[in-house]
Nanobody
Framework: QVQLVESGGGLVQTGGSLRLSCAAS????????MGWFRQAPGKEREFVAA????????YYADSVKGRFAVSRDNDKNTMYLEMNNLKSEDTAGYYC???????????????????WGQGTQVTVSS
């Protein structure tokens, strides 16, 4: 059974930083591309960032490009999201997910992801 557990969220002031983690189990982590998504109250879930199975390719939403960095450690079965220069509009629940099968490149659509975590809340205050 695949399990994804996010951590690292919290309350931070505008301009601050946070590092989210997504720990995976129950799958061959190094063969799956991974993604980060976020969802604010009353809004649809939106793509934030993604990384290919080996970490060689990364993708970002325009709204976070230059501020967020996605990475992974396949030895630790963990993906990370380093978030810098946080803005109030970054406030949301953040979720990690795997692509539906091994060896798939990630994309922006939540429909192409499976095995979602429970999420971690990020709140940015001014």
């Amino acid at each position: 059974q695949v399990q994804l557990v996010e951590s690292g969220g919290g309350l931070v002031q505008t301009g601050g930083s946070l590092r989210l983690s997504c720990a995976a189990s129950g799958l061959t982590f190094s063969t799956y591309s991974m993604g980060w998504f976020r969802q604010a109250p009353g809004k649809e879930r939106e793509f934030v960032a993604a990384i290919s199975w080996g970490g060689g390719m990364t993708y970002y939403a325009d709204s976070v490009k230059g501020r967020f960095a996605v990475s992974r450690d396949n030895d630790k079965n963990t993906m990370y999201l380093e978030m810098n220069n946080l803005k109030s509009e970054d406030t949301a629940g953040y979720y990690c997910a795997t692509t539906r099968s091994s060896w798939l490149l990630p994309n922006h659509s939540p429909r192409d992801y499976a095995n979602w975590g429970q999420g971690t809340q990020v709140t940015v205050s001014s």
